[in-house]
């Protein structure tokens, strides 16, 4: 997996809650066997009109928000299905980092896995995030793991809590199995036991 | 010694590492593959020159693109390569597979308990949130994204931080009518989508308690709409009895002294959970979906809510983008709600007592002339089961298309979806926009309440049919 670094970007706000993994991305674009070139498929039904124009209401087909690594949304992101699709949709549309007040759990581990870092912050927080990056054209979140602060171009500054485990293996961009198999002598011997 | 609960007692018979600041490494017993979530764990495999560690613990099924009409002509290529995609994988990796071919087919959650493959007191994963569902026995079983999907093929464990126990109490008789469905939709409309995250649920109670095997299985099914890593029962007399004869288990040479072990399981007495929730399921009623969440539920005698009367400002644009997108007026009764379609089946409610419990009540009635009904059997077994006891003609008489197995429209991945604005009255998990189809309306209900449905051509409380179904 690539290495986590620290980002720096306008986040884009999609005010929505209960954004579920049909509409990260939408079932029949589920049926590709590789794991690239979801980002086309991100939020589909909502980026598209049924003609297959771009909806130039939905905010994320905004200019100001074109180019954004981190995502807002209101709480219970990722809610649904398992699929690890909706990951790399969101991940391959460029998004590296999503604030919110609460995830889903599947969706939550996936990002893990995806070299993106979910990020769950108060409601009032995210209310000052959701606000500023509509108001302030200059408007910049910094996301800086390795320190541990999430902190903008005013004057917020945020103390990230997240597992020390998975940190590390996003900042060093860890093998899971790899990391898994020098363990696989204690797999071998429950095995083992549980025969007997 | 301390009680213990189910969960507690699975998880620590489980645990292969554990070390202070890191998930604990945790044995799985039994993987479950299907052919959407798995080919890119497979190609992850060959890449990195891994095996299956244990293929005798992989067992996999199509399920979710298979065409329920002409299952031998799959029309879409992409549906046909990923179908193939499995088979060819199987093969290479040398796992058991239930394809399309095999009687014994049918959605991984259905065909996983009908073979005896799900047993009490296992841990079992598959890349799919309704994994669930094998709770009901007695197990500890939750979904899970592909990379881990790969990292179980690759360990046979998985790395897990151990989540927080809820118990979810439900007491009184439930009255006619009211199914097992409607106790986890009137459940999620209580704890609302995200009410169990983080947590594992355990449902006890007298209520719970008298229900059947599959009943018990709708309820576990849907608990990660609730946002609850896993759901689960503790195993009884029931479980066992539901056990004995499946073909996986009738041939265990220890059968008898397993049955021991696994009644064992079940919650001590006095066991502390982190979270509890009691609910009387004397009040419930039939439930009805009017929006695009699970939460968004109500009893059939009640009316679509109005945002007007929410202060909240997330949760009154959540009610209203809901009504806007399902095409309701705020205040209308639930029973003046037309329906284009009825769709019984999934792994939340296409298994036999469903279809059987549907099948009393359109006996001796046709589907509304409005109306497009089908019936897709959660697994062939089922469809067989079925067929014996001739429901399927109750079906067809009254109008019902009957079909081969598979997902389905629950989630519309196969040719069978809704065409934009078209309304469904189903008997699936989610009713989120989009899900059957795009611009597709769900509204989710039993599989009773939808026969109901079919018959008037709009949601109709069930307690009106002057019908005996027994313990359904």
């Not at chain 1, 912050?121 to 995030?129: A, F, M, Q, S, V």
């Not at chain 2, 990379?147 to 109490?169: G, I």
């Not at chain 2, 197995?405 to 009713?431: F, I, V, Y």
Request: net charge negative; hydrophobic share 35%; with cysteine.
């Amino acid at each position: 997996m690539e290495k986590f670094q620290t980002v720096i970007s306008r986040p884009a706000p999609l005010d929505s809650s209960n954004v579920d993994t049909d509409q990260i991305i939408p079932k029949q674009f589920l049926k590709r066997i590789e794991r690239t070139g979801f980002g086309q498929f991100l939020f589909f039904d909502w980026r598209f009109n049924d003609d297959g124009s771009i909806n130039e209401k939905f905010i994320l087909n905004e200019k100001r928000f074109e180019d954004s690594e981190i995502l807002l949304s209101q709480e219970n992101f990722g809610c649904g299905s398992s699929r690890e699709h909706a990951p790399w949709a969101l991940r391959d549309y460029g998004f590296k980092v999503i604030i919110s007040t609460s995830f889903a759990d599947i969706l939550f581990n996936n990002c893990f896995k995806n070299c993106i870092l979910p990020i769950v912050i108060t409601e009032e927080k995210l209310d000052y995030l959701f606000k500023s990056t509509l108001e302030f054209e200059d408007y910049q979140v910094k996301v800086d793991l390795e320190n541990l602060i999430l902190s903008d171009n005013k004057n917020f500054t945020e103390k990230l809590d997240i597992d020390p485990y998975r940190r590390k293996c996003l900042l060093e961009g860890l093998d899971d199995i790899a990391l898994t198999l020098i363990h696989e002598d204690k797999i071998t011997l429950y095995e083992k036991a549980s025969i007997e | 010694m301390r009680p213990k609960t189910l969960f507690d007692k699975i998880w620590e018979t489980h645990i292969v590492h554990e070390e202070a600041g890191k998930p604990t490494l945790l044995y799985i017993d039994l993987h479950l593959v299907h052919e959407v979530t798995s080919p890119q764990a497979f190609e992850g495999l060959r890449e990195a020159k891994r095996k299956i560690r244990r293929t005798d613990k992989t067992f996999a099924t199509m399920d979710h693109n298979v065409p329920t009409i002409d299952r031998n002509n799959i029309k879409d290529p992409i549906s046909a390569q990923q179908i193939e995609t499995l088979e060819k994988n199987c093969k290479e990796f040398g796992i058991e597979l239930f394809d399309l071919a095999s009687p014994y087919q049918g959605i991984v959650h259905v065909i996983g308990p009908e073979q005896g493959l799900t047993k009490p007191g296992s841990t079992i994963v598959c890349g799919d949130s309704h994994t669930s569902t094998h709770g009901a026995f007695g197990a500890l079983a939750f979904g899970i994204g592909t990379s881990e999907v790969e990292h179980v093929m690759s360990t046979q464990c998985l790395w897990q931080n151990k989540p927080k126990t809820f118990e979810v109490q439900v007491n009184g008789k439930r009255p006619k009518g009211v199914t097992a469905k409607d106790i986890i939709l009137s459940i999620i409309g209580e704890i609302g989508t995200a009410g169990a995250t983080g947590y594992v649920i355990e449902y006890t109670g007298e209520t719970i308690r008298n229900l059947s095997m599959e009943q018990r299985m709708t309820i576990c099914n849907m608990s990660i709409e609730g946002g609850a890593r896993a759901g689960m029962i503790s195993p009884d007399e029931i479980t066992l009895n539901y056990l004995r004869d499946k073909p996986r288990i009738k041939t265990l040479n220890n059968l008898d002294s397993l049955m021991d072990d696994w009644i064992k399981l079940a919650s001590d007495e006095g066991a502390l959970f982190d979270e509890t929730l009691k609910l009387d399921a004397t009040k419930i009623a039939p439930q009805v979906s009017w929006g695009t969440s699970p939460g968004m539920v109500t009893g059939i005698n009640n009316k679509v809510p109005n945002p007007k009367n929410f202060e909240d400002p997330v949760k009154r644009k959540s009610i209203e983008d809901a009504l806007a997108y399902m095409g309701l007026q705020a205040d209308t009764s639930i029973e003046d709600i037309k329906i284009d379609t009825v769709f019984i089946g999934s792994c939340t409610n296409g298994r036999i007592e469903d279809l059987i419990a549907a099948s009393k009540i359109i006996k001796g009635n046709k589907v509304s002339s409005k109306v497009k009904a089908i019936v897709v059997p959660g697994s062939q077994v089922v469809k067989y089961q079925a067929e014996k006891l001739g429901i399927d003609k109750i079906f067809k008489d009254a109008g019902f298309e009957w079909r081969e197995s598979g997902c389905s429209m629950c989630l519309a991945m196969n040719p069978d979806k809704l065409s934009p604005g078209e309304r469904a009255a189903s008997t699936s998990n989610r009713n989120f926009e989009g899900r059957q189809g795009k611009g597709g309306r769900t509204h989710l209900v039993s599989p009773t309440m939808a026969a109901a449905a079919a018959i008037n051509g709009r949601f109709t409380d069930v307690r009106s049919f002057d019908v005996d179904l027994g313990e359904y």
